[in-house]
């Protein structure tokens, strides 16, 4: 391991000519640090589970955290040969400083391991897509797995010419690289199984145009495509059946906001709308409100039953009715401490709900706090 220590491989940089053992040609200087892993024949070769030293020291003078790349993906460690080096060059010339590049390598070890060919042709195929390399150094400061996830750059320029025929948005794209980056390391296959079982829904519901339907239902929710067909299928059915939905109202839930709720397990969907139900039901709602309050705002099926609970009884301590909840459930988007400081507002400033409604909730916090200001104002006048 002696010739080990101080080195780095920096051979990616100099890819010109192969030589026999399988490494590209590299400076003298380096040669050390590779031959270290050929041992001779009456030499012990040395335990695999031993960490690299020389890349310890390294990842901590680049302000890696190696505790976090402990935990993570530990195999990287013992690796005798990797690249950080040339990963970091090759970011900074992208426009990355050092703060973003440890930040990277941290969260997503195995990033060191890829070589400048292969960092270079994945970038090229991005650019296909953005058109800045600071849009992509932004999405992988945020999202490292959407870059280094895949090795496979030929599989991601198949997915990135089918989903870009789609007529997705370079904004959803964007959205889909930093919080489903598997979608671009699914096989083309199985994005295709997925886009042709959404037009299908949308012929068997009676829509006319299923490409469209399936590019809505993929722009409203990015995580379709790492989902399953199957799972999809059950929470459209149970949609369906538990609302006693139409084609058409079903239709209009699925290419509106219910996109967003048919990547939910099925059990979860299930036990939420009964909790819902329940809680509804318990409060003198019918049926119908419950099916309203749903259509209006399908993603109120994420919350678990204490959320759901929790926000209602602050509500209805308010001063609001839940027959106002049920005209406009988007009040339920807000977390229970922020429904609770703009009730806290409302309060001081006399507001009465039964006479002005609860459409002041819907709205931004630069809205409300200009809203509020206003009605002060009016009240001390």
């Not at 780095?8 to 040669?31: D, E, H, M």
């Not at 390598?105 to 195929?125: D, F, G, K, N, V």
């Not at 399908?298 to 001063?319: D, Q």
Request: one cysteine or more; charged letters at 25%.
């Amino acid at each position: 391991m002696a010739g080990v220590v101080g080195m780095r491989a920096l051979f990616t940089l100099y890819q010109s000519v192969k030589l026999p053992c399988g490494f590209w040609l590299i400076p003298p200087y380096l040669t050390s640090r590779l031959c270290s892993t050929t041992t001779k024949n009456n030499e012990t070769k040395p335990p695999m589970n031993l960490e690299n030293e020389s890349l310890l020291e390294n990842l901590n003078l680049m302000g890696v955290d190696v505790k976090m790349v402990r935990q993570r993906q530990p195999g990287v460690l013992r690796k005798v040969i990797t690249n950080e080096h040339g990963l970091s060059l090759f970011l900074q010339r992208k426009g990355a400083d050092s703060k973003v590049i440890a930040s990277i390598i941290s969260r997503y070890p195995r990033a060191i391991t890829r070589s400048a060919e292969h960092l270079e042709q994945r970038w090229e195929l991005l650019r296909n897509i953005f058109q800045t390399d600071s849009e992509i150094v932004s999405i992988m400061d945020r999202s490292p797995e959407s870059f280094f996830r895949s090795s496979d750059n030929e599989n991601l320029e198949k997915n990135i010419t089918f989903l870009t025929s789609l007529r997705l948005k370079t904004k959803d794209l964007h959205r889909m690289l930093t919080k489903a980056p598997r979608t671009f390391a699914n096989s083309l296959g199985l994005n295709k199984k997925m886009v042709e079982f959404l037009e299908g829904i949308c012929v068997e519901l009676g829509g006319k145009d299923p490409q469209a339907f399936a590019k809505t239902v993929i722009s409203r929710n990015v995580y379709i495509l790492i989902s399953s067909t199957k799972k999809v299928k059950k929470n459209v059915d149970y949609l369906k059946a538990s609302l006693r939905l139409s084609d058409a109202e079903l239709l209009a839930l699925l290419q509106g906001s219910g996109a967003e709720i048919l990547d939910l397990s099925n059990e979860y969907l299930k036990k939420n709308f009964n909790n819902l139900h329940q809680k509804m039901v318990s409060l003198g709602c019918r049926k119908t409100d419950v099916k309203n309050l749903i259509l209006k705002f399908p993603m109120v099926l994420y919350l678990g039953r204490e959320k759901l609970n929790t926000k209602l009884e602050c509500l209805l301590k308010g001063g609001i009715k839940i027959k106002q909840v049920v005209e406009k459930p988007k009040v339920l988007d807000f977390s229970t401490q922020n429904i609770a400081e703009r009730l806290k507002e409302l309060q001081k400033v006399g507001y009465d709900f039964e006479k002005n409604g609860i459409n002041i909730f819907d709205s931004s916090k630069k809205r409300f706090v200009a809203r509020i200001k206003k009605l002060t104002s009016q009240s001390n006048d």
